[in-house]
């Protein structure tokens, strides 16, 4: 069974750092870039960026390139969001999922990890 | 980079169909064909329901369907059911290599 699975909850601080993973399994995790996106409570999808885990290419979203870092260890399949100094406006639900991209003709997302919820609250 | 516009929300009733627009750019929607949508219920990751404007994955039903016409794609829900109540997005592959998602749109069955 191909599935992604997330690490858990976090609650932080404002100013402390955070890396939250994503495990893929049952398919050749170099074949698919791993794409991350958030949804703030009560809010829509918001497109972050993607990895290429083959070479750890990476693209972001304009709105949130310098503020997050998606990376990751394809030795042991997980996929990586990362913060260095988190603010309040970053608490919401963040979900990674296999994308696969139109180089190869076709698009799609699927499937998704459950979601890890980050609350940043002092 | 802005998200796609779709309706707030949208309703049906049950045996009914309808649809759900959302609208882009030539830089992304208009520029290809790779347009996807996804149904999310509460509490509940997204679930792939239509991809590449207008192809079905293996196991979502037959009454959801997909078009395009210029800026615009469209998902179309036939016989609507009740389990069909959920949130709906549209995403698209757009310029820079990157993706963007509509705004969602909340489907209630009546």
New interface residues.
Partial sequence: EVQLVQSGAEVKKPGESLRISCKGSGYGFTNYLITWVRQMPGKGLEWMGRIDPSDSSTTYSPSFQGHVTISVDKSITTAYLQWSSLEASDSGLYFCARLFGPQYGSNWIDPWGQGTLVTVSS | ?S?LTQPASVSGSPGQSITISCTGTSSDVGG?D?V?W?Q?HPGK????MI??VN?R?SGVSDRFSGSKSGNTASLTISGLQGDDEA?Y?C?S?AI?????????TKLTVL
């Fill in positions: 980079q998200a290809h790779f996807s996804y999310q990751a997204p679930k792939f991809y590449d192809k994955p949130d997005y995403c592959y820079g290599s990157t993706w963007v998602f509509g705004g969602g």
